[in-house]
């Protein structure tokens, strides 16, 4: 892969500056603003993308076993997917090279993933469906997955904007999940997106936001009240996707709880995540989970796989609440570190074996 950066005072001309010379299969691997004291005497306030080309005779070597003539070159949405699918597969391959789980019987099997800490009840479900005397790893695969709900991404609507809500408590990431999201959108699907935040109570997530809203030359809103909300989703009523990020609850606070049920009623989104991080005990998920259930939770979006390494608990929340994952981040870089939920790469982690 040919790698390439390119600077300019916005991402836009960045990427138009990286497309003039590496074309339109150029695909965006980082952004970042230019700090002041940079050794390269780069103007502060500068955005510096890093761009990626595949080269021909690699992708043909690769994915071209029969090449003909007539093959068309990837889209540039392809070769995101396929970025996502390789860094997918390095995280399996992590945990397997790193797991404890050996092939072995399925009761010594099933008494690994019990005092791992899966929940008995889905576990006695999983045992039942595949043959609690069947040591084929695939077959536990394969059942633990069947029941770990996915939603395939965000959706999408024909007219007018679909709205993307992220709650959850202080700390999990969400700002910076905000901006991954958005920015797949954008740069990767073309879409036209904007920011809304309600997050008034942290000026640094307002500056993160508005940081990369201007790296990324999309319009931000800051909203302090439900009607201001109102006002900002008319604002951007001709955009394909508006991504609202809101400020983190307590759990345990009856009247900020309230507070974000008043703004989600007012907001009327069409997915409303409630963002989890892998970093935290299991039974604190749970209350997580119980308390932010007095606001309509469509999805589970699960943060910091990287500082966890534990897949397990997506499995058994999903499975207890019966809602889906949408996605899993593993890392801070945007937009690059946040995987699709797929329900048999979250099994084949935590079961430790390939299929």
């Known amino acids: 892969m040919i790698i390439k950066r390119f600077t300019a005072k916005s991402a836009a001309e960045a990427l138009s500056l990286a497309r003039q010379e590496l074309g339109e299969d150029a695909v965006i691997l980082h952004t ?61 391959i992590r945990r397997l090279a790193t797991s404890s789980l050996k092939p072995r019987s399925s009761s010594s099997l099933a008494s690994a993933l ?19 005397d069947n040591p084929e790893v695939s ?25 993307v809500v992220l709650i959850g408590p202080t700390g999990v990431g969400k700002t910076t999940t905000l901006a ?40 931000i809103e800051v909203v302090y009240t439900p009607a201001e909300a109102q006002a900002a989703l008319r604002r951007f009523r001709y955009l394909d996707y508006i991504f609202v990020d809101t400020a983190g609850r307590s759990q345990r606070n009856e009247d900020h709880l309230a507070d974000l049920r008043t703004l ?21 998920l749970d209350e997580v989970v119980e308390r ?18 534990d897949w397990l608990p997506i499995a058994n929340l999903c499975w207890r ?7 899993i981040t593993n890392g801070q870089c945007v937009p690059e570190d946040i995987l699709l939920a797929d329900a048999r790469q979250i099994a084949e982690n935590i079961i430790g074996q390939e299929p």
């Open 292 to 309: 932010f259930s007095c606001v309509s939770i469509t999805h589970f979006l699960f943060t910091k796989l990287d500082e966890s390494g």
């Open 32 to 92: 970042r603003r230019v700090p002041e004291g940079n050794p390269f005497a780069i103007p502060a306030g500068m955005v510096e993308l890093t761009v990626g080309l595949p080269e021909k005779e690699d992708s043909q070597s690769l994915f071209s076993p029969h090449p003909s003539d007539s093959a068309g070159q990837p889209s540039p949405r392809e070769i995101a997917e396929l970025r996502r699918e390789l860094e997918s597969l390095r995280e399996t």
């Open 114 to 132: 019990l005092a791992r800490g899966l929940d008995p009840q889905l576990l006695h479900e999983v045992a039942t469906d595949v043959g609690e």
């Open 180 to 219: 991954k999201l958005a920015a797949q959108k954008k740069i990767f699907e073309e879409k036209r997106v904007a920011f809304i935040t309600a997050d008034t109570y942290r000026i640094a997530a307002i500056e993160q936001l508005r940081t990369f809203a201007d790296i990324a030359d999309i319009p």
């Open 139 to 163: 077959r536990w695969v394969g059942g633990l997955a069947s029941r770990i709900p996915t939603s395939g991404g965000i959706g999408s609507r024909q007219l007018g904007p679909y709205v």
């Open 321 to 327: 609440h019966k809602k889906p994952v949408s996605y």
């Open 264 to 284: 989600i009623s007012a907001l009327e989104p069409d997915e409303v995540h409630l963002v989890l991080s892998l970093t935290s005990r299991p039974e604190l």
